[in-house]
């Protein structure tokens, strides 16, 4: 094999991680993918005395990796260092989990939504239990978890907690088909605080029910850019095909790259079709921007597999990474009304 081919070992890793004056090489990244127990005990063994810097590059490189290539896993890693005493580590990690649904991980995603000390790990752990709401709906998780966990996020939801983690909890519980989910979702969406508007419009994106189509177009030309995100992402998700016009439109007038431009060509190739797929093609030949160019393939592909219907299931395209873009450290201040 060609020493510049050669797998790394682990114990170089390891080294990377004790070299603090130094960034974390990008050539290492791919081994911290699908850990074997002993390269965890081992990890576990350092992380402690790894530099926090260090400790934040090497999560911001590994998650950007993970966003890149979807054979990488790093699952493992993420879970040997979720106890880290620094916060920031901690919600990077759970983040780094991505849509790990592992059933191990419920207990320990629980605890720290209903127990840890910082309020933005909470609110992680509150967006991440989602999925296994998503599970317990595709009757893929033992009722008493599934049970344990809709209640939990839904005494989270109407506690007392900061509403930034209640609002987590309130989007996690989007897929929920639960009729006590409609309420609360119809509660946050007439509430005059705009972040409440748009965890609504979030969760109704998330509920694969078209009973909220009529609040959600209504609210695609918002004055209000955080809610008229949110709807524009909920009409893609729920592939609403009477929006489409209005969405076409609304990228006309959005000339410039934007997180608003590039949600509308996603939500535009969620609801597909002819007309869609011209509009996107078209783009492609103006773009210039980096950015809109991997969105527009990545639209233009998901049509495609759309159109070649059920059987390509396994070919599903990701949705791109979309973090919602109205949180900000503000959240952390809000009073508990």
Known sequence: MNENTKIPSFAQVLSALQNPG???P???????????TRDIRDLKQVWPEVDLKLKQALLKGLTELADEDTLVNFDEFALAILND?????????IRLLGECDAVHLLPAMTEMMMSDSDETVRAAAAAHLGVFVLRGELENL????????????????????????????????????????HKLIQEAFDSKDILWKASALYAMGRSADERWADLVMGMLESPDLEVQYEAVRAAGELELQDSLEKLLELLEEEEEVTD???ALIWAISQIGGNEAKARLESLVEEARDDEEIDMLDRALENIELSNLGGELDLLEIEPPEMQKKFDSPADKTESNN
């Not at 990008?26 to 074997?36: Q, V």
């Not at 005493?85 to 990690?93: E, G, L, T």
């Not at 033992?142 to 209640?166: C, E, K, M, Y």
């Open 22 to 24: 130094q960034p974390f």
């Open 26 to 36: 990008e050539r290492l990244l791919h081994r911290l993918s699908d850990l074997s």
């Open 85 to 93: 005493p620094d916060p920031s580590i901690r919600v990077m990690a």
């Open 142 to 181: 033992p009722d008493t978890l599934r049970i344990a966990n809709f209640q939990n996020l839904f005494d989270v939801a109407t506690g007392h907690d900061l509403p930034s983690i209640r609002r987590r909890a309130l989007e996690s519980l989007g897929y929920s088909s639960n009729p006590k989910v």
């Open 260 to 262: 608003l431009r590039l």
